[in-house]
C-alpha cells in the first residue's frame, strides 16, 4: 500500500535561512511525487511535480525537491525562505492508472522575523 | 486558467441531518475527487468521479454519498452528520485520469456540527 510520512509537523525557521522539509514514501512500483502548499483558508496549491528524469526538480517560487531513490525520500527545499512562504506543506504520492493520490498529514512552516 | 468553486464555504449542521456539499469546475476537467482534511492527519479520498454519472468509493466513503450529473460538478452528501464533528472538505480536478496530473482544488467547505 502506498504511504506518505512527512516526520515534521511544525517547522520554524528565520526568514532569509534555508529550509528543508521532510518526506518520505512507501510504493512498490514507480511514484509520480508532488508537493503541494495551502495557504490560510486556500486549498492546496502544486509546487512542483516529479515524473521520471533528472531527480532535482524546480518548482514555483524558489523552491525545488529531490527525489531519491535509495532512501524512498521526496524533501522539499528552498535556499532562502521569506514571511510569505509560511503556510503548509503537503507531499503527495501518485501512481499510473491509480486515482488515489495519497497524502502526508503536512508541515506546518512558520517563518518568523 | 479555471476555478473550482465550493458552496457553502461555512456549513453549521444539527447531528443527524443530511447535508450538502456543492463543487464547480470549468477547467473542463474530467476527473474530480472529494477529500477530507482533518487537523493533523492530511487528506483522505472520500470520492472520486472519472467523467460524468460516474462515481468511484474512496478510502473514507462510508457515512457520505456523491453525485456527478454534469462533467463541471461533483456533489457530496453527509449521510448523517456527527456531533462534534468538525472538518474540511476539498473539491479537486484534474486533467488526466492517470495519476499522473495536477490537482486543483477549490477553497473547500468548513463543516461544524452541533
Known amino acids: 500500500a502506498q504511504s506518505v510520512t512527512q516526520p515534521d509537523a511544525r517547522v520554524t525557521v528565520s526568514e532569509g535561512a534555508s529550509l528543508q522539509l521532510r518526506c518520505k514514501y512507501s510504493?512498490?512500483?514507480?511514484?509520480?511525487l508532488f508537493w503541494y502548499v495551502q495557504y490560510p483558508r486556500q486549498g492546496l496549491q502544486l509546487l512542483l511535480k516529479?515524473?521520471?528524469?533528472?531527480?532535482v526538480v524546480q518548482g514555483v517560487n524558489g523552491f525545488e525537491a529531490e527525489f531519491i531513490k535509495s532512501n524512498s525520500s521526496f524533501h522539499l527545499r528552498k535556499a532562502s525562505v521569506h514571511w510569505s512562504d509560511s503556510a503548509v506543506y503537503f507531499c503527495?504520492?501518485?501512481?499510473?492508472?491509480?486515482?488515489?493520490?495519497?497524502f502526508g498529514a503536512g508541515t506546518r512552516l512558520k517563518v518568523i522575523a | 486558467g479555471g476555478i473550482i468553486t465550493q458552496t457553502p464555504k461555512f456549513l453549521i449542521g444539527q447531528e443527524g441531518q443530511k447535508l450538502t456539499l456543492k463543487c464547480q469546475q470549468n477547467?473542463?476537467?474530467?476527473?474530480m475527487y472529494w477529500y477530507r482534511q482533518d487537523s493533523g492527519k492530511g487528506l483522505r479520498l472520500i470520492y472520486y468521479?472519472?467523467?460524468?454519472?460516474?462515481?468511484q468509493k474512496g478510502d473514507l466513503s462510508e457515512g457520505y454519498d456523491a453525485s456527478r450529473e454534469k462533467k463541471s460538478s461533483f456533489s457530496l452528501t453527509v449521510t448523517s452528520a456527527q456531533k462534534n464533528e468538525m472538518a474540511v472538505f476539498l473539491c479537486?480536478?484534474?486533467?488526466?485520469?492517470?495519476?499522473?496530473?495536477?490537482?486543483?482544488f477549490g477553497a473547500g467547505t468548513r463543516l461544524s456540527v452541533l
Open positions: 503527495a504520492v501518485s501512481a499510473t492508472g491509480n486515482y488515489k493520490y495519497v
Open positions: 479537486a480536478s484534474s486533467l488526466d485520469w492517470g495519476g499522473a496530473d495536477t490537482l486543483y
Open positions: 510504493y512498490s512500483g514507480t511514484p509520480y
Open positions: 477547467f473542463n476537467h474530467d476527473t
Open positions: 516529479y515524473y521520471s528524469g533528472d531527480p
Open positions: 468521479s472519472i467523467t460524468e454519472n460516474d462515481l
